[in-house]
C-alpha cells in the first residue's frame, strides 16, 4: 500500500475515534446533568374514617312488649298540696253568710287529680260549721277518703237559734234555704272541680230534716242523703206542728211525698232515747224511702244486724247496742241502711266530745254515712 493511501486511511481512522470520543463526551457530560439523588418514595395520607350518621330511636322487641331504647321526654311532677279547712263569705239577698270547706290534701304526681267526691254537712240548732265539723270529725275521715266537706252555716238572722227551717212551707219548695243550699252547693263543686254525679247532703236534727227537704227537691244534685235525729220532709208547716211531729213524730201524710218519687239512697241514724226528736219520725223517713226506692223498680233484700252479732269487730268506744236494717240489691249494694241506737240520746253518734251534741259512745255515724255515699253516684 502506498504512503499516501495509509495515510489516508489513518486520517478516517482517527476521525472516526475523535467522533466517537466527542459522542461518549457529550452522552457523559448529559448524564451527569440530569442525574438526582434518591429519594423516598412518599407516604400518601389515610384517608380519615367517615363521621357515623346519628340514627332515629330504634325499636327492640322483647318478649312482652316494644321498648323505645332513648326515652327524651319526663312529665313533670304537680306540686303536693297541703289539706285546708277556710271559712268563706258569700252573699243571699243582700244578707252575708258564712260557710266553711274542707279541701284534702293532694300528693306529688305526674298525673293531674280525679275529681273528687263532696259531702254538704247540715248543723242543728246552737251549731255552727266549725262546731257541727270538730264535732262529727267528718273532716279526717274525708281526708282518708279523698272528698271534699261543705259545712253552709245558718245565721242568727235567719233563726235565733240557728235552725234551718225545714218547717216553714217557705222553705219547703225551690226557694228559700233549699234553693240557697242547692245554689251554694253547685257553685262550691264547680269551683273546686267536684265530681258533679257524686255529691250528698246529711245533717244533724235541724239539719238532717233539712238535708230531707234539700234532696227530696234536687235529686238532680245529691247523689244520697244522710239523716240523722232529724224529721221526713214536709213532717211540718209551722212551728206548733213542728213541736208536735217533734214530740210525737210526724202524724200527717208529708206534702213533700206528693212530689215526682226519685231514686235516692238513703241511711237514717237515731238513738232510742232520744228526748227532743221522737225516734218514730226515723221510722216515717224509712219507710216512706223504702216505698219511693221499691217503686223505681228496685228489687231490694232486708237484712239485720243484731247487737251480739256486732260485739266482735266492735270498736273499744262503741258501748251502745245497735240494731242496723239494710235493704240491699242483688249485687250487694245497699241502698237504705236504718241504725237504731239503742239507749242513745239527741246528738251525732260516735262524735268527738270536743263538739256539742255528739256521744262518743255509739257506733261511728260519720264513718258509716260516708262509706254508705261512696256507693253511689247520681
Same mark, same amino acid.
Given at each position: 500500500?502506498?504512503?499516501?493511501?495509509?495515510?489516508?486511511?489513518?486520517?478516517?481512522?482517527?476521525?472516526?475515534?475523535?467522533?466517537?470520543?466527542?459522542?461518549?463526551?457529550?452522552?457523559?457530560?448529559?448524564?451527569?446533568?440530569?442525574?438526582?439523588?434518591?429519594?423516598?418514595?412518599?407516604?400518601?395520607?389515610?384517608?380519615?374514617?367517615?363521621?357515623?350518621?346519628?340514627?332515629?330511636?330504634?325499636?327492640?322487641?322483647?318478649?312482652?312488649?316494644?321498648?323505645?331504647?332513648?326515652?327524651?321526654?319526663?312529665?313533670?311532677?304537680?306540686?303536693?298540696?297541703?289539706?285546708?279547712?277556710?271559712?268563706?263569705?258569700?252573699?243571699?239577698?243582700?244578707?252575708?253568710?258564712?260557710?266553711?270547706?274542707?279541701?284534702?290534701? =293532694? %300528693? !306529688?304526681? @305526674?298525673?293531674?287529680?280525679?275529681?273528687?267526691?263532696?259531702?254538704? $254537712?247540715? *248543723? &242543728?240548732?246552737?251549731?255552727?260549721?266549725?262546731?257541727?265539723?270538730?264535732?262529727?270529725?267528718?273532716?279526717?275521715?274525708?281526708?282518708?277518703?279523698?272528698?271534699?266537706?261543705?259545712?253552709?252555716?245558718?245565721?242568727?238572722?235567719?233563726?235565733?237559734?240557728?235552725?234551718?227551717?225545714?218547717?216553714?212551707?217557705?222553705?219547703?219548695?225551690?226557694?228559700?234555704?233549699?234553693?240557697?243550699?242547692?245554689?251554694?252547693?253547685?257553685?262550691?263543686?264547680?269551683?273546686?272541680?267536684?265530681?258533679?254525679?257524686?255529691?250528698?247532703?246529711?245533717?244533724?236534727?235541724?239539719?238532717?230534716?233539712?238535708?230531707?227537704?234539700?234532696?227530696?227537691?234536687?235529686?238532680?244534685?245529691?247523689?244520697?242523703?244522710?239523716?240523722?235525729?232529724? =224529721? %221526713? !220532709?214536709? @213532717?211540718?208547716?209551722?212551728?206548733?206542728?213542728?213541736?208536735?211531729? $217533734?214530740? *210525737? &213524730?210526724?202524724?200527717?201524710?208529708?206534702?213533700?211525698?206528693?212530689?215526682?218519687?226519685?231514686?235516692?239512697?238513703?241511711?237514717?241514724?237515731?238513738?232510742?232515747?232520744?228526748?227532743?226528736?221522737?225516734?218514730?219520725?226515723?221510722?216515717?223517713?224509712?219507710?216512706?224511702?223504702?216505698?219511693?226506692?221499691?217503686?223505681?223498680?228496685?228489687?231490694?233484700?232486708?237484712?239485720?244486724?243484731?247487737?251480739?252479732?256486732?260485739?266482735?269487730?266492735?270498736?273499744?268506744?262503741?258501748?251502745?247496742?245497735?240494731?242496723?236494717?239494710?235493704?240491699?240489691?242483688?249485687?250487694?249494694?245497699?241502698?237504705?241502711?236504718?241504725?237504731?241506737?239503742?239507749?242513745?240520746?239527741?246528738?251525732?253518734?260516735?262524735?268527738?266530745?270536743?263538739?256539742?251534741?255528739?256521744?262518743?259512745?255509739?257506733?261511728?255515724?260519720?264513718?258509716?254515712?260516708?262509706?254508705?255515699?261512696?256507693?253511689?253516684?247520681?
Amino acid at each position: 500500500m502506498s504512503l499516501s493511501i495509509r495515510r489516508v486511511l489513518e486520517a478516517a481512522r482517527l476521525t472516526a475515534q475523535s467522533a466517537l470520543n466527542k459522542t461518549l463526551n457529550m452522552m457523559q457530560s448529559s448524564l451527569k446533568l440530569n442525574r438526582q439523588p434518591w429519594q423516598p418514595p412518599v407516604q400518601e395520607p389515610a384517608p380519615a374514617p367517615a363521621t357515623p350518621v346519628q340514627q332515629p330511636p330504634v325499636e327492640r322487641e322483647t318478649d312482652t312488649h316494644t321498648a323505645i331504647v332513648n326515652v327524651t321526654e319526663v312529665a313533670p311532677l304537680r306540686a303536693a298540696r297541703p289539706a285546708s279547712f277556710t271559712k268563706h263569705h258569700y252573699v243571699v239577698d243582700g244578707e252575708p253568710r258564712v260557710y266553711r270547706l274542707f279541701v284534702p290534701s =293532694l %300528693p !306529688a304526681s @305526674a298525673e293531674p287529680p280525679a275529681a273528687m267526691p263532696m259531702v254538704v $254537712m247540715l *248543723h &242543728g240548732c246552737k251549731q255552727d260549721a266549725a262546731d257541727f265539723a270538730l264535732g262529727t270529725a267528718m273532716n279526717a275521715l274525708a281526708e282518708q277518703h279523698q272528698c271534699l266537706v261543705l259545712y253552709p252555716e245558718q245565721t242568727a238572722k235567719a233563726n235565733n237559734l240557728r235552725c234551718w227551717n225545714w218547717f216553714d212551707v217557705a222553705h219547703q219548695g225551690h226557694g228559700g234555704e233549699p234553693a240557697m243550699l242547692a245554689a251554694l252547693t253547685r257553685q262550691v263543686a264547680r269551683r273546686q272541680g267536684v265530681n258533679p254525679s257524686r255529691i250528698y247532703i246529711a245533717g244533724l236534727s235541724a239539719g238532717g230534716a233539712m238535708a230531707a227537704v234539700v234532696a227530696a227537691l234536687y235529686p238532680e244534685v245529691f247523689a244520697a242523703v244522710g239523716v240523722h235525729s232529724g =224529721l %221526713p !220532709a214536709g @213532717a211540718a208547716s209551722d212551728v206548733i206542728s213542728a213541736f208536735k211531729a $217533734m214530740r *210525737h &213524730g210526724a202524724s200527717h201524710r208529708p206534702a213533700l211525698a206528693q212530689h215526682k218519687p226519685s231514686l235516692m239512697p238513703t241511711i237514717v241514724f237515731h238513738g232510742r232515747a232520744d228526748q227532743t226528736v221522737h225516734p218514730d219520725n226515723s221510722d216515717q223517713i224509712v219507710a216512706a224511702a223504702l216505698m219511693t226506692l221499691q217503686s223505681c223498680g228496685l228489687a231490694l233484700q232486708k237484712a239485720e244486724h243484731s247487737p251480739a252479732a256486732r260485739q266482735v269487730d266492735r270498736p273499744a268506744s262503741d258501748t251502745r247496742d245497735t240494731l242496723q236494717t239494710v235493704y240491699r240489691t242483688a249485687c250487694g249494694k245497699s241502698f237504705l241502711e236504718y241504725w237504731s241506737v239503742n239507749a242513745g240520746p239527741h246528738a251525732w253518734s260516735g262524735g268527738s266530745a270536743a263538739g256539742s251534741f255528739t256521744d262518743p259512745h255509739g257506733p261511728n255515724a260519720s264513718r258509716a254515712m260516708l262509706a254508705f255515699f261512696l256507693q253511689h253516684s247520681r
